[in-house]
């Protein structure tokens, strides 16, 4: 069934970017030469998620011309289709959890992430109505229907590594790909999940509107540490090394652009954030926006810097239940996907 659903997403990101045309020319993503090239296609695994708000406010920003780059930013459904466009080359850069470098290397892949935006998830696992009573913590998940992003997504990791915790099978459970904002909030109220990992502003929305409420919070370094024994740094600029390695005056340059945003977002308010960001992304309630963001916006680093100890603690997490880590946890470089190089540069 995964891999029915791997081939789904595979496809489903060739659609994507044949559509929107978002392959650059000018600069081959698997390097050639650090040749400084101005034209950057970055996919997005969710644009108005807060958790990858820094993607489209450095834009806002003007920041990405400010260091002389046309950068692309592709919207894509899901992490794991933006890191499929990624390894098919069709993109050099994705914004998105930095769990998937230590997946991929795990199948023969470098990735590394250059700008780490997060310490934590940003994520929590909210419950529906009528769910509350039965429920309360992971122990529930048994004969639950689950929600995440899509199979093989971050918030798939971190819901089996919540069930594996609470003595859960993944056969104990169904998986349900919900999406994010109004798909997980219509399956919530419909009873197509029972409960599901999401992110703000769809955190917000179904709070604000007595749908659910949340169960375990991962939007905060306390609540991380409880729900995963450590931090987990998440939200991040990863690219393939050989990429990095071959083009490092525009990886600093992307560098310079969103450290420059992380530390507006460290020194402004969420209403001053939510104003830079596109109209559209507030929808019809600009207030709830700017309590999505406020909500969660404790989670950004102002630096861009990988913490280590959390570098090594997703190891860690994966390692428990990945069908992919587990039996090449030892073996595994955590080094070697991340630097911490161009956001020390940029600071």
Request: aromatic share 6%.
């Amino acid at each position: 069934m995964k891999r029915t659903i791997s081939a789904a997403v595979a496809l489903a990101a060739a659609s994507t970017l044949a559509l929107s045309g978002c392959a650059t020319k000018k600069t081959d993503a698997s390097g050639g030469g650090d040749q400084g090239s101005t034209d950057v296609t970055i996919m997005v695994g969710g644009m108005s998620k807060i958790i990858y708000l820094p993607a489209a406010l450095t834009q806002q920003l003007g920041y990405f011309k400010q260091q002389g780059l046309n950068v692309n930013l592709v919207d894509t459904p899901a992490g794991v289709t933006a890191e499929t466009a990624l390894i098919a080359n069709q993109a050099q850069g994705v914004v998105g959890f930095y769990d998937h470098t230590i997946d991929m290397q795990a199948k023969g892949k470098c990735l590394e992430s250059v700008v780490q935006f997060a310490n934590v998830p940003g994520e929590a696992e909210v419950v529906s109505k009528d769910a509350e009573s039965s429920v309360t913590n992971p122990a529930g998940f048994k004969g639950k229907k689950l929600g995440v992003t899509s199979a093989g997504s971050s918030t798939d990791f971190l819901t089996q590594y919540l069930a594996g915790r609470a003595g859960v099978t993944t056969s104990q459970y169904t998986t349900v790909k919900a999406g994010a904002d109004s798909t997980f909030i219509a399956a919530l109220k419909t009873g197509g999940i029972d409960a599901g990992m999401t992110t703000d502003p769809t955190i917000a929305k179904i709070t604000q509107g007595d749908m659910g409420k949340v169960m375990v919070d991962m939007r905060t370094e306390d609540g991380t540490k409880q729900a995963l024994g450590g931090l987990y740094p998440a939200s991040s600029l990863y690219m393939s090394c050989d990429y990095v390695a071959n083009n490092k005056a525009t990886v600093q340059k992307l560098a310079n652009a969103f450290v420059k945003t992380l530390k507006f977002v460290d020194s402004h308010s969420a209403a001053e954030i939510a104003e830079k960001m596109p109209a559209d992304y507030k929808g019809s309630d600009p207030d709830l926006y700017v309590k999505a963001i406020g909500d969660s916006i404790g989670m950004f680093n102002g630096n861009g810097v990988m913490n280590a100890d959390g570098a090594k603690n997703v190891l860690t997490v994966l390692g428990s239940f990945s069908a992919a880590v587990k039996p090449k946890k030892d073996s595994i470089d955590v080094a070697k996907t991340y630097t911490t190089e161009f956001a020390e540069a940029a600071k």
